[in-house]
T-cell receptor
Framework: GAVVSQHPSWVICKSGTSVKIECRSL??????MFWYRQFPKQSLMLMAT?????????EQGVEKDKFLINHASLTLSTLTVTSAHPEDSSFYIC??????????????FGPGTRLTVT | DQQVKQNSPSLSVQEGRISILNCDYT??????FLWYKKYPAEGPTFLIS?????DKNEDGRFTVFLNKSAKHLSLHIVPSQPGDSAVYFC???????????FGQGTRLTINP
């Protein structure tokens, strides 16, 4: 149980274009989804937290107009990187948790999406 | 400000021996701690967790110890197996919040 998928697993896009990454919880209802970014050999940096049906809460320093997050259903959240630049190239990982779980603070992670902006 | 620190970027252990991964934290509000394992190009996988009301939690080969006075936790893996080679992250949360703060990770290599 507690499977989270991400699509695509990798994407290459040109500078100035937008890219959408999907995160799905396959076997549970994710009341909360999180988006992380990981630079090489560094920790996971939380970008934003989204609760189903409400606006995402962004961490300090993360541009909400650049990284658009939508959590329209209990099984799907999307991250759209708008007007991508080479510095946005990174490994993006989503995670999901459910308030219906006894241990709701445990997050289940997707496999990640490698974004390369050329 | 790095609230969760894993000061050893890498650790090499002989197969069959004990692996000990360490993690320190600075925020006294943290009351729940988790360990995740991560393979390259994959998302982290939950391993084991511990609440601040406990000082030890065991699950098979994995044991997590928490020393609140020292703000230190450790993950023990015994016996270590080649499949344990991965990057291990410790993470912490505060006050029932779902937001996790991660350490930098420790790359564990198990040598046959």
């Amino acid at each position: 149980g507690a499977v989270v998928s991400q699509h695509p697993s990798w994407v290459i896009c040109k500078s100035g274009t937008s890219v959408k990454i999907e995160c799905r919880s396959l076997d549970f209802q994710a009341t909360t989804m999180f988006w992380y970014r990981q630079f090489p050999k560094q920790s996971l940096m939380l970008m934003a937290t989204s609760n189903e049906g409400s606006k995402a809460t962004y961490e300090q320093g993360v541009e909400k107009d650049k990284f658009l997050i939508n959590h329209a259903s209990l099984t799907l959240s999307t991250l759209t990187v708008t007007s991508a630049h080479p510095e946005d190239s990174s490994f993006y990982i989503c995670s999901a948790s459910s308030s219906q779980q006894a241990r709701y603070y445990e997050q289940y992670f997707g496999p990640g999406t490698r974004l390369t902006v050329t | 400000d790095q609230q969760v620190k894993q000061n050893s970027p890498s650790l090499s252990v002989q197969e069959g021996r004990i692996s000990i991964l360490n993690c320190d934290y600075t925020n006294s509000m943290f009351d729940y701690f988790l360990w995740y394992k991560k393979y390259p190009a994959e998302g982290p996988t939950f391993l084991i967790s511990i609440s601040s009301i406990k000082d030890k939690n065991e699950d098979g080969r994995f044991t997590v110890f928490l020393n609140k006075s020292a703000k230190h936790l450790s993950l023990h893996i015994v016996p270590s197996q080649p499949g344990d080679s991965a990057v291990y992250f410790c993470a912490a949360s505060a006050g029932g919040a779902q937001k996790l703060v991660f350490g930098q990770g420790t790359r564990l290599t198990i040598n046959p």
